[in-house]
């Protein structure tokens, strides 16, 4: 009977107290890291949102691209027009892009496009550089700057 009271084989409060503060620092680091992967979750389900519209403009000024040998850019006063030989036009203006009259992009708040020719064995080739911007009023979510090479044989 001695020797049972003697062993004191049960856990302390020391013990208890350490472990109960171990426990809370595993816990909080657990909640930090779930709080940034939702976050960035989030993050990456907007970005696709705004690359759809990118592709939606990408898919239709492609087309015009490859059947056109001549394009014409006006930008005036923060509205850029495209302007092609068929007569198909681009328009940016209140952060949307317009084919024409229809609209096939919002949220841009940003475009431009700039005209070059470059010659490459005796060939002239138009190249037409678009810089468009797309988001929501706080962050940038999609940024990209493409070449596009018009019609040229």
């Known amino acids: 009977m ?27 680091m657990m909640t930090t890291l779930s709080n940034f992967f939702y976050g960035n979750i989030n ?16 898919t239709h000024f492609v087309k015009d691209v490859e059947s ?11 509205q850029v027009t495209i302007i092609f030989e068929d007569g198909t036009t681009y328009t940016y203006n209140d952060e949307g892009l317009y084919r024409g009259s229809v609209k096939i992009s ?17 060939v002239d080739k138009d190249i037409v550089t678009v810089k468009i911007i797309i988001g929501n009023s706080t962050q940038t979510l999609f940024s990209k700057q493409i070449d596009y090479t018009l019609k040229y044989w």
């Open 43 to 58: 993050i990456i389900r907007e970005a696709s949102r705004y690359a759809a519209e990118f592709d939606k403009f990408n």
């Open 2 to 28: 001695k020797d049972i009271m003697k062993s004191q084989n049960g856990v302390t409060l020391v013990q208890l107290t350490i472990y109960l503060i171990a426990m809370l620092v595993v816990i909080g």
């Open 106 to 122: 919002t949220n841009v708040k940003a475009f431009t496009a700039t005209k070059k020719i470059i010659t490459i064995n005796n």
């Open 68 to 78: 056109n040998n001549e394009v014409n850019i006006i930008t005036t006063d923060g």
